[in-house]
């Protein structure tokens, strides 16, 4: 593909927690994610001088297990990154993610911008931008060149696949073509088989190429998703990562 699917945000104002947002790839690629906190952290977590981010993963069905602490432990790594968490210290951010459709390539990036969403619809946590992820998919050709598919949805004629997120609104506060600045926050590319991926770095370069035009697409999605919202928690957003630059 060379665009991605139709994208579908929701925020769903879900009762007891300070943000929540849905979204969705295509019609069946679906996550739901909500953030509660700045709220006090447990003695044994608290930092002294920043907020503590924990992430708590779904699947669809059953109950965690090895993958999700595995996806847990990289959404944090992510989301931390995002957030500017020494304006809270000994204070908990907690973030659970709920898988709504069955895992596919697609899923991940699909939790993690429902994460970010959630994130920003809360208001309540600063942030240094707001964070976008895609799925590319690769193929062998018959040549032997790697070619690289943004969004995959034909997964059984790919030879690996992977998620890369982006950190959009960090850098120098000028936005040129009406988009702030990105940076790649995570990669993980696996073969067909389950087993991690190595790519070279000039195949690390033209997927990164590839995913970042979705992830643009993606940021331009949200920017809209919140445009007929109340306050423009985006536009916020980038606001504050301007103000923290100056």
Known sequence: MTSLRPIHIAFDALA?????????????CTALASVSGPVAARPASEHPARATVEVHVRPLSLVPGTTEKFLGAAFKGILERACILGQHPRTL????VQALSRPSHALVPAQINACSLALVNSGSIPMRGVV????????????????????????SKLDGAGCLAFLFGI?????????????????NFRTVNGSVLSLQASELAQATTVARKGATEVWLGMKKSLAGASPLRLIKTLDWRREMHQ
């Open 171 to 187: 850098g120098p506060a000028s936005v040129q073509g009406g988009l702030p600045p990105s940076e790649v926050l995570w990669t």
């Open 16 to 28: 007891g927690v300070d943000g929540s947002a849905r979204f969705s790839f295509g019609e069946t």
């Open 93 to 96: 951010i907690q973030v659970v």
């Open 132 to 155: 976008c992820a895609v799925a590319v998919g690769l193929r062998k050709t018959e040549g032997r060149q790697t070619e690289f598919v943004l969004d995959p949805v034909e997964e």
